[in-house]
């Protein structure tokens, strides 16, 4: 099994307050692991990918952080949320034989007011 | 610099007709292609791919077509069904196993 889950599934949090959304999966041990985010109306924006423990790649400057603590866990963070952050998160893995057919979470939910 | 463009937000098919997507991509280096479905509050899921050797992949009530000439990929659903109403995304590698990058999607509704 590859499944993904995130959690919370929807939150409302209020500008200027810190943000964790966590994401845990299973199956095959190191796997490649992203955080995508679709704003309303828009496209999936890679975020972050990350190619083991501790290892981070930031594709977009913004005021978001991950980290990945353990092998099968995935943490999106920031520190003082703002109105853009609003958007559907989601956490993704790579296939187990090696193929970048991408298996996605159900998401996180986070507006921002 | 958008490197996946998908020119059309949204699309409207009657049930039973045949449903057209298209993405566009600039990066001449990109050698494999996926489609994903989305439905509301859910993850993406993968629907169908290709890579460069083929110009036409299909299953079942799916085709994908690429153009590697025009830089065009298509997706064809027929018969189209209401279920099949949800967002589409085409994605872009330049190798299997590599990254992929995500056009902006269309959302296509089947109506009954």
Redesign the interface.
Known sequence: SQT?HQWPATLVQPVGSPLSLECTVEGTSNPNLYW?RQAA??????LF?SVGIGQISSEVPQNLSASRPQDRQFILSSKKLLLSDSG?Y?C?R?GAD??????????S?LTVL | DQQVKQNSPSLSVQEGRISILNCDYTNSMFDYFLWYKKYPAEGPTFLISISSIKDKNEDGRFTVFLNKSAKHLSLHIVPSQPGDSAVYFCAASVAAGNMLTFGGGTRLMVKP
């Open positions: 993904i995508y109306g828009r496209g999936l924006q890679l990918y559907f989601l993704a790579e090696g193929a970048n057919v991408l298996t996605f979470g159900a998401g939910r």
